[in-house]
């Protein structure tokens, strides 16, 4: 928004924004638009894109950065309610998409470093302790790996994590989006390490295959979003793009 764009946020409560000051401008200008509604409700979804499109001018970027409150189990480590939380909202956003568009708009979708079997080998040995209790938002954000995976029509040969199982991904998920893989042309996945609170360093690493990656704080990898990716798009699209420190 600094740069003059203008953003719709999707909220459940609109009313996030309503102490943060540095929002509170772009918000009072119309430059921020807040439009009430939960991604798991495929109308609600609609009902944004819709808003999205009110203008008259395309929509050039959507990102997706969903993601629940994780709870601690003692059977299952970190669970969130629902398990497929992220990975219903990506199913509801490709379906409201149209397809048929001249120009599709560029997606940014968070998943996870380590979700896949190829990431995973990437973290730190004394890491992979912590990673084994988020096992179960990582079967979601691995659901939203698959789901784009196919989508954007990466070759199947370098999927190695078979199908995620029914209760994050269900059968016949690839109808609703039109049953042609491919179609997606325009996609940058991004994947942070650990997330945490902390101030923005503007100070990371981000790369495909990066190794040894331990926290990233969600204020840098906004910072990556904002800064590199959609600045340069035709560096990082089409990746699946790994940041932390």
């Known amino acids: ?34 439009v ?4 798991l409700v495929e109308e609600d979804v609609r009902t944004a894109w819709i808003e999205a499109n009110a203008d008259g001018i395309p929509v050039g970027t959507v990102l997706l950065s969903v ?8 059977s299952k480590g970190f669970v969130i309610n629902p398990p497929n939380l992220c990975t219903t909202s990506l ?13 599709q708009p560029n997606i940014v979708a968070v998943t996870s470093n380590g979700v896949t079997a190829d990431s995973h080998k990437s973290i730190p040995c004394l890491a992979k302790g912590f990673y084994a209790l988020i ?10 790996e698959r789901v784009i995976h196919w989508s ?16 994050i991904l269900p059968q016949g998920w690839e109808a609703r989006l039109g049953g042609r893989a491919g179609w997606l042309k325009s996609i940058v996945v991004v994947r942070p390490a650990i997330l945490t609170d902390g101030e923005e360093a503007a100070k990371y690493k981000a790369g495909e295959d990066l190794s ?5 704080s969600r204020r840098d990898v906004a910072h990556f979003i904002s800064n590199d990716v959609m600045r340069n798009w035709s560096k990082w699209e089409g990746k699946a793009v790994s940041v932390g420190y």
Do not use: C, Y
């Open 1 to 34: 928004m600094k740069a003059g764009n203008t953003v719709i946020f999707q909220l459940r409560n609109i009313s996030a924004f309503d102490e943060d000051a540095e929002m509170r401008p772009f918000v009072k200008s119309g430059q921020a638009k807040l």
């Open 36 to 39: 009430k509604g939960d991604a």
């Open 67 to 74: 993601g629940g409150t994780p709870k601690f189990t003692l």
């Open 91 to 103: 199913l509801n956003l490709l379906s409201v998409i149209p397809h048929d568009l001249p120009t």
């Open 135 to 144: 096992s179960v938002p990582h079967a979601d954000k691995l659901g939203m």
């Open 152 to 167: 954007a029509g990466w070759s199947e040969d370098s999927w190695k994590d078979g199908d995620p199982e029914a209760h």
């Open 212 to 216: 040894g990656l331990w926290t990233v």
